[in-house]
């Protein structure tokens, strides 16, 4: 025979389904009340064990009782909205059986309120229907459950085919299209930003070398840069010649004459201007 699983209270375990399968399976062996109020502590562990290790001696001999006490003990407190929650949001789904949509439904009619009428029933199980269903169901006649289903079941097998759930469905040309072209746009994005990067290190960035010196440049690899440059106008400073700039000046201030003329060079040439400073 089937054995019940433990019960340990843990976040994946619900204690009413544990309780209704515990039931169940004792019902089968034809074992009453007390027997099962007997047997529960085989198949409790963790903190329903010391739970029920807790409970006085009289109040271990019912299994009405014990039943109660535990699904209020380790019941979640909201689990009546939790369950209406469900029971809202329960429809059915793309590829879903009709005869697993409906007991699944009905399951969750019990959970909110056990003794729910047939009409709401048939009311919760039509609310999670797509139109197309209840355009159907909207000149028939269905008094019962039972009539509801058999009606379903029929309205299934003409219905159309059952689409899997996802944007992309089952069609593996379409996918593989669709991986081509994220591929290709991905190879192409990459080979822009290699693009760009290439270009902007070409970019470089030429700055004056040394004080001074306008005349010479040089870029961020350190090479010196090719860079026109304009003619200076101006005097020297140092020696008064016209023509270069200080940084530039090889003139041997020794060598002028008293007229400012260099005595090596042709004044012409030098572009004499005006008398040197001392």
Known sequence: MRQPISFSGTCNQDVVDWVAEFNLIFNASGLGDVDKAKYLPLYLEGTPMLWYKSLAADDRKSMADLQKALIE????????????RNLWQRMLLPGERMLDYVYSKLSLCRTVQGDMGIDQQIAWVKRGLPKCYL???????????????????????????????????ADREMLRDLMREVLTEHDSRGKE?????????????????????????????????????????????????LGHTRADCHVNLR????????????????????????
């Open 193 to 241: 930003s290699s693009d760009h990067s290439v270009h902007s290190e070409n970019q470089e960035y030429r700055r004056p070398i040394g004080k001074g010196n306008a005349n010479s440049y040089r870029s961020d690899t350190g090479m010196p840069g090719n860079r026109t440059r304009q003619k200076f106008r101006g005097n020297c400073w140092r020696c008064g010649l």
């Open 73 to 84: 003990k380790f019941a979640p407190r909201n689990s009546a909205d939790v369950s209406l």
């Open 255 to 278: 060598g002028l004459k008293d007229d400012g003329t260099c005595m090596r060079s042709d004044p012409s040439s030098l572009g004499l201007s005006r008398n040197p400073r001392r």
């Open 135 to 169: 355009e159907r169901l909207r000149n028939v006649a269905c008094p019962t459950i039972e009539e509801l289903v058999t009606e379903l079941l029929e309205l299934e097998s003409f219905g159309p085919e059952p689409q899997p759930i996802g944007a992309i469905g």
